[in-house]
């Protein structure tokens, strides 16, 4: 059977210890990591995550346990091999890139070699070659402050590549990148772990990585706090049968990843009991719903990939059921179309031009969708309440609590469960309607 190439045990790490500022930073913590897999080190700011990719990298020694790579302890042998074992064996990716700005990008990324001994034009030639895999060739005679951060994240990339090391570290890579650079340099790290068959290990909280990783360590207040296998990677560690079930848990740590297991234990069965539809399936329709919503696939597309067999890539929903959840979705769409289209004429001028119009049109949409009747006040009353939950001088809670009002009270005299049905489709719409970027 395989050995782990990475064995942490126990580890203790103490900043400032016996001073007043003193703080336990990593707490017991264990773990087995294997060649060619993708780990992720999970955990909001201060949970531990990077001071264990530190200790794993040889230059943060425990306070107590033991750390073992490819079977040594790196805190044991002598300072000048731990250097040749960082040097070698690790590659690292910062966050904030740790370029050298008075060098060109090619000179960054061929300065480990120097190190190793290697001469100019065999730095250069390697230099160049990892440049050109990683998009970023063509500016390699400029200095780091020319580039986007995305490029300079893919040239701190290629250095940690240069020295061809078995085991990458990445701390936070993306952490200061757009969403584009983002997705450009975890694919590349992805290809080096599927390709390269190299050991990643990556600190992160950010949810959207978790699909990458082969195992998540989720990581609190110091402690390793659970394990999570993705099921759909194929696993590098090995697994005694009946010794690890793959259940809807981890389905649902990688949607909640903050929640305890007590948590997801308790969304599993709420799921259960109020709808008809698996963890999974609900997945793949969000995911129709989203192409349905930017406009990559009409209606008649989502239709079709909702009604799919689920063992062909849909969702194996009835058509009557799949026409109606794009309906109701289309026409909520509409509706709330006319609510950007205010909002934004709304935040550049700041005038209240067109609400009364838009609250009228939104009104017959609530009164058609309801099957609801109104008397000329409770018509006043429900226009009135529209336009200003529109506008934002009033919230959800506000809302519900006018329209359950007396129409002497200037609500609609709405039964609770009738203002509460009306308040989630109207939510639901302004929800989609309202773009997020005003608010900042």
Not at 127 to 138: D, I, P
Request: with cysteine; proline share 3%; charged share 25%.
């Amino acid at each position: 059977m395989a050995k782990p190439l990475i064995i942490c045990r126990n580890l203790d790490i103490t900043y400032n210890k016996g001073k007043s500022n003193e703080f336990k930073a990593l707490a017991n913590a264990s773990t087995d990591i294997y060649e060619g897999e993708y780990i992720i080190l999970f955990g909001a700011s201060g949970s531990g995550k990077s001071t264990l990719m530190y200790a794993i990298q040889g230059s943060l020694p425990p306070g107590g346990g033991t750390m073992l790579i490819g079977g040594e302890d790196i805190y044991s042998i002598p300072v000048d091999e731990r250097i040749y074992f960082q040097r070698y064996v690790m590659g690292i990716i910062f966050q904030s890139f740790n370029l050298i700005g008075s060098l060109s990008v090619l000179d960054n990324v061929a300065l480990p070699m120097i190190f190793c001994n290697a001469d100019k034009p065999t730095r250069e030639r390697r230099a160049q070659s990892l440049l050109e895999r990683f998009g970023v060739g063509h500016v390699s005679h400029k200095i780091p402050s020319m580039l986007s951060g995305g490029q300079q994240q893919r040239v701190s990339v290629a250095r940690s590549m240069v020295n061809d090391p078995k085991i990458l570290l990445a701390d936070e890579p993306t952490g200061n990148l757009d969403s584009i650079s983002t997705q450009q340099v975890m694919d590349k790290i992805d290809e080096i772990n599927t390709f390269d068959k190299r050991t990643i290990i990556m600190v992160s909280h950010n949810a959207a990585h978790l699909r990458y990783a082969h195992r998540v360590y989720y990581l609190k207040d110091g402690y390793i706090v659970r394990e999570v296998v993705n099921p759909q990677r194929k696993q590098i560690k090995p697994v005694k049968e009946g010794e690890t079930i793959v259940t809807e848990l981890e389905q649902l740590a990688r949607l909640f990843p903050y929640d305890s297991i007590e948590s997801l234990r308790v969304k599993s069965l709420v799921n259960f009991v109020t709808q008809e539809y698996t963890f999974s399936q609900l997945e793949r329709l969000e995911k129709a719903m989203e192409y349905f919503i930017s406009g990559k696939i009409d209606a008649q597309a989502a239709i079709k990939t909702i009604v799919l067999p689920y063992e062909r890539g849909g969702v194996g929903i009835s058509e009557k059921e799949a026409r109606r959840m794009v309906h109701v979705a289309g026409t909520m769409l509409n509706q709330a179309d006319d609510i950007r289209r205010f909002r934004r004429q709304y935040d550049q001028a700041h005038t209240f031009f067109g609400q009364d119009k838009l609250s009228e049109r939104l009104r017959d949409h609530l009164l058609t969708v309801h099957k609801m009747k109104l008397t000329k006040k409770q018509d006043e009353n429900l226009v009135e309440v529209i336009a200003d939950r529109v506008v934002g001088v009033s919230g959800e809670d506000e809302f519900n609590e006018r329209i359950s009002k007396s129409v002497s009270g200037g609500g609609m005299g709405l039964s609770p469960d009738e203002a509460d049905d009306i308040t989630r489709y109207f939510e639901k719409i302004i929800a989609q309607g309202v773009d997020v970027s005003y608010k900042s």
